[in-house]
């Protein structure tokens, strides 16, 4: 089968790989969809001794059951399902108290990032993929290829908006930073289960028009934004702002418009820094902040829901699986609206 591998620093080639075998407790998935992350280009980044050199990409991964372990039940060949972005075990503290994001065998302390399918364990972008059965969430109806970008896309926003849900009032401001893959989600899903006015920020005018064409306000992000975001809270300042870049300018903005006492959700992986000073910071008192990442199974089920609803849909954008070269290419250049995806 085809597998979009990760061959040298900052390289992915098409490489013919053998079609995984199955234990009895997992599915072998007919890949119908595999998303096409940031972080797939953060990762190829990492330098040629990265541990992940070698392996099969792809943590977005929808697809269709083509093969059914001995001791599965309860799914049928042609079932369509998606992959669990973190692969918890299920059974320690923290997946027992619903926080398996923090699974402790999936993430132990020195790990990159949790356990994920691309992220060492092979990945969907290929033809065929072996999960854990339980690792598989039924999709429906959905279309797999649009589904498929649900598995982090969605389900990360979900996680980041579910941890400060209780700030979310319909007399509370939100501010979006970054409308790409994950932000265009994190919009949909704040517009469709929040009352809040949810302001977007990009630098990019498509993006700034879904935004607007979806109910929130859209505001370029160049250096008059932070100063148009206090002017529309009376000087006050947004209750909770979401970085889903992490550039430099995204998080000096997200720290100079966050209200006394709101919040700051960092999801973006792109390097940009604060200083925090322990008794005299530019952060206002009573800021919380998270360090966000993935969400749990119960958020998975909430994103699929959503979808199935219709109230939130990924813009996709697809590409043969022989093209991944070019999608990688492209993401890299800010080419892609909403979310690439690799159809095999
Ligand atoms: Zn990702
Ligand atoms: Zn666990």
């Not at 990032?113 to 072996?130: E, N």
Request: hydrophobic fraction near 40%; aromatic fraction near 4%; include cysteine.
């Amino acid at each position: 089968m085809r597998a979009v591998t990760y061959v040298k620093n900052d390289t992915v080639e098409i490489h013919e790989k053998p079609v995984p075998d199955i234990h009895p407790d997992e599915i072998l998935l007919q890949v119908r969809g595999a998303g096409l992350c940031h972080s797939d280009i953060t990762i190829i980044n990492f330098g040629d001794d990265n541990p992940l050199i070698g392996s099969t990409l792809g943590h977005e991964v929808a697809g269709t059951v083509a093969k059914i372990g001995d001791d599965v039940q309860g799914w049928s060949e042609g079932d369509a399902a998606l992959v669990s972005l973190i692969l918890s075990c299920g059974q320690c503290r923290e997946c027992l108290a619903g926080r398996d994001n923090n699974c402790e065998v999936a993430y132990p302390r020195d790990a990159l990032a949790p356990l994920s399918p691309g992220i060492g364990t092979p990945g969907g972008m290929a033809d065929f993929i072996a999960v854990k059965a339980r690792h598989l969430d039924p999709l429906g109806d959905l279309d797999p290829v649009a589904a498929a970008p649900l598995a982090d896309a969605a389900l990360t926003p979900m996680h980041a908006i579910n941890a400060v849900r209780d700030r979310l009032t319909g007399d509370a401001t939100v501010v979006v930073l970054g409308l790409g893959g994950l932000g265009h989600m994190g919009l949909q899903i704040l517009l469709a289960t929040t009352g809040c006015r949810v302001i977007g920020l990009d630098t990019d005018e498509q993006k700034l028009r879904f935004a607007e064409e979806h109910g929130a306000i859209a505001i370029p992000s160049d250096r008059d934004a932070a100063q148009k975001i206090l002017d529309l809270t009376n000087g006050i300042g947004a209750d909770v702002v979401f970085d889903f870049v992490g550039v430099q300018p995204t998080v000096t903005t997200a720290v100079s418009v966050v209200r006394g006492g709101g919040a700051i959700r960092f999801v973006g992986l792109g390097g940009g820094v604060f200083e925090y000073v322990a008794g005299n910071s530019a952060l206002p008192w009573g800021v919380s902040i998270e360090r966000a990442y993935g969400g749990t199974r119960s958020e998975m089920r909430q994103v699929i829901a959503l979808a199935q609803a219709g109230k939130i849909g990924v813009e996709v954008q697809r590409y043969s699986l022989d093209d991944a070269v070019q999608a990688f290419d492209d993401l890299h250049h800010g080419r892609i609206q909403g979310r690439a995806v690799l159809v095999p």
